[in-house]
């Protein structure tokens, strides 16, 4: 069975950090494409930022671009998601998901975790 599972999420303080982890299992994920997405209260999920299966290519969205950084270790069947500078904005919960295609599209992605709550204080 597959699973992805998410953990690190937490409440802090505006200006803190925080790192996410997301654990595969079932199957090897070294080959797919990663990537995070967030649903804060009342809204739309949204994409977060991706990263291809050799790690070396990475997309973020605009909102996080320069606080946030994707990162994966194939060799533990994880990616990482480290969060700086977080916002009250960044209030959501946060899912990982895999695929094969990529991209910052939800239809993209065949996998899903059930997500790790961010709580950020103003």
């Known amino acids: 069975q597959v699973q992805l599972v998410e953990s690190g999420g937490g409440l802090v303080q505006a200006g803190d950090s925080l790192r996410l982890s997301c654990v595969a299992s079932?199957?090897?994920?070294?080959?797919?494409?990663m990537a995070w997405f967030r649903q804060a209260p009342c809204k739309e999920r949204e994409f977060v930022a991706t990263i291809t299966w050799s790690g070396t290519s990475t997309y973020y969205a605009d909102s996080v671009k320069g606080r946030f950084t994707i990162s994966r270790d194939n060799a533990k069947n994880t990616v990482y998601l480290q969060m700086n500078s977080l916002k009250p904005e960044d209030t959501a919960v946060y899912y990982c998901?895999?695929?094969?295609?990529?991209?910052?599209?939800?239809?993209?992605?065949?996998?899903w975790g059930q997500g790790t709550q961010v709580i950020v204080s103003s």
């Open positions: 998901a895999a695929s094969g295609v990529g991209g910052p599209r939800q239809r993209s992605y065949d996998y």
């Open positions: 079932g199957r090897t994920f070294s080959t797919d494409a």
